[in-house]
């Protein structure tokens, strides 16, 4: 099974600042990756898939990049409604609903 | 709108059986694969199985294979997942989610419920 880890774990930005996560796997997973958000008591929201491409209703803001092993999910001045947990997910083979990391915490600074 | 709504999670003794259910709208339910992900208390989320539009293939993670059974009716619009010979690892927020891409399963999920939950008592 492929393993996903996450960097960092918390990460303190102010509002209107850039923020930067990193998803690592454990090997190749091609451009088969997507990031989710995830606030408390909600359903998590699609963000990205296909390594770069954003979902439905989601903001220019948000901006994916990588290949192979290694992804960033970059938020470009970050408002106030995107702090949150940010989970990415490999779906490049088995098991076929992909396996997650273990997510990276957004918190305001 | 698409909407998923989850039921049937609650206290469940070690070694006990649960049904859960997941009515789903806004969208033509049998064209698209189906899948339950499951966050346990202060973890992150795992996919536990997946069906195809169809129901005709199944999926499931290792943890669970041989105790869990997904399955759907296309003519109900609902997505089920019975839960046999549950532990307390089990313990955990159970969310339907839906395949974004027609038909197959392939991991992306564009829509998900606000999770039903179940709990493991001894």
């Known amino acids: 099974e492929i393993v996903m880890t996450q960097s960092p774990a918390t990460l303190s930005v102010s509002p209107g600042e850039r923020a930067t996560l990193s998803c690592r796997a454990s090997q190749s997973v091609s451009s088969n990756l997507a990031w989710y958000q995830h606030k408390p008591g909600q359903a998590p929201r699609l963000l990205i898939y296909?390594?770069?491409t954003r979902a439905i209703g989601i903001p220019a803001r948000f901006i994916g990049s990588g290949s192979g092993t290694e992804f960033t999910l970059t938020i470009s001045s970050l408002q106030s409604e995107d702090f949150a947990v940010y989970y990415c997910q490999q779906y490049n083979g088995w098991p076929p609903g992909g396996t997650f990391g273990q997510g990276t915490k957004l918190e305001i600074k | 709108e698409v909407q998923l709504l989850e039921s049937g999670g609650g206290l469940v003794q070690p070694g006990g059986s649960l049904r859960l259910s997941c009515a789903a709208s806004g969208f033509t339910f049998s064209s698209h694969a189906m899948s339950w992900v499951r966050q346990a208390p202060g973890m992150g989320l795992e996919w536990v199985s997946g069906i195809t539009g169809s129901g005709s293939t199944t999926y499931y993670a290792d943890s669970v294979k041989g105790r869990f059974t997904i399955s759907r009716d296309n003519s109900k619009n609902t997505l089920y997942l019975q839960m046999h010979s549950l532990r307390a690892e089990d313990t955990a927020l159970y969310y339907c989610?839906?395949?974004?891409?027609?038909?197959?399963?392939?991991?992306?999920?564009?829509?998900w419920g606000q999770g039903t939950l179940v709990t493991g008592s001894s």
């Open positions: 989610a839906k395949e974004e891409r027609l038909n197959a399963l392939y991991g992306v999920f564009d829509y």
């Open positions: 296909g390594t770069s």
